[in-house]
């Protein structure tokens, strides 16, 4: 994802793109900065400043992405974001590297898994968790060509998979869930927002193995939540199943929750959701490690579903 975006920057940047950074990025950002030098800004390591030079340029006209790893530049700068850049409804986006458990292996202070919900909470926030390389292109590209106002962008670090072919893409609407696999037959759909959308398509090619029918839905923008698909699906399918690399507190899961609050003929019975419990993680060690501990991996999901479809069988 994190090569997608810059892909997406360079290619479309324009004479008011800004890009802001926190003293990291240097291993993907020199075409950008080769290419734009006038317009890359090393802020060095101080994300509260970072965020208040960023609120400037964008009260001068600027479009500008602020860059470091997922909890600096959220939590640190929370005050900034909110008075400066959110009150002001600025054009300025807030770019996360390693959302979730990304930077696993140094330990919780670089666990990003509570942007989302904070993000959420913050009145004019727009809310991104791009699901593969495509939607962060794509979005990155929406970002910089229409006025968005305050953005929050949610990447990986690197190596995600790319779902999406460009005709698929093409499908993409911000504020909407984009359909990846979508079946006929009215049995299990997983909702996958952010990194988890690879291992949704796993365990979808799993149970269809075991003969249900699977459809597979991308949320790459988390606020606004695109309720009225969230309604359909929830009205179609037997099992509902959330996945989200992030606290169950305030994030995707809650964004599903709170849209479906007083609609009638839903059944929450049939709603599974795969998050991270709201604690901090007693132990190190890669994503992947961390997503098996935590119950969000394939093999735990795929067991778990298996499990709660054969139990509403009985």
Do not use: W
């Amino acid at each position: 994802m994190r090569n997608a975006f810059f892909k997406a920057l360079e290619d479309h940047a324009q004479a008011n793109t800004i890009f802001v950074t926190g003293d990291l990025g240097f291993g993907v950002i020199e075409p950008f900065r080769r290419k734009f030098p006038a317009q890359f800004v090393n802020a060095g390591v101080a994300e509260q400043n970072m965020v208040g030079v960023a609120s400037g340029l964008a009260l001068a006209g600027k479009k500008v992405f602020v860059y470091s790893i997922g909890n600096f530049n959220t939590l640190r700068p929370l005050e900034q974001i909110r008075n400066d850049v959110a009150y002001h409804e600025l054009n300025v986006t807030i770019v996360s590297a390693g959302g979730g458990l990304a930077y696993g292996a140094l330990g919780f202070s670089h666990h990003a898994t509570e942007d989302l919900a904070i993000m959420r909470a913050i009145p004019n926030m727009t809310v991104f968790a791009p699901g593969d390389t495509f939607e962060t292109y794509e979005i990155t590209k929406k970002i910089i060509e229409e006025n968005l106002g305050p953005v929050y962008l949610r990447l990986g670090r690197a190596g995600e998979a790319t779902i999406h072919t460009a005709d698929s893409i093409r499908k993409l609407r911000i504020g909407k869930g984009l359909p990846v696999i979508e079946q006929e037959k009215m049995d299990v759909a997983i909702l996958s927002t952010g990194g988890m959308l690879e291992i949704a398509l796993k365990v979808s090619a799993r149970l269809q193995k075991r003969g249900r029918a699977c459809s597979v839905f991308s949320f790459p923008t988390v606020k606004p939540f695109d309720a009225e698909l969230g309604r359909r699906i929830f009205k179609k399918y037997k099992h509902v199943v959330a996945l989200e690399e992030h606290s169950s507190i305030g994030g995707f899961t809650s964004a599903i929750l709170e849209s479906l609050v007083g609609v009638p003929g839903i059944s929450l019975g049939k709603f599974t959701s795969f998050a991270l419990p709201s604690a901090f993680a007693p132990f190190v060690g890669d994503q992947h490690y961390l997503r098996d501990r935590y119950g969000i991996s394939e093999n735990k999901i795929f067991s778990a579903m298996c499990k709660k479809i054969a139990k509403a069988a009985e």
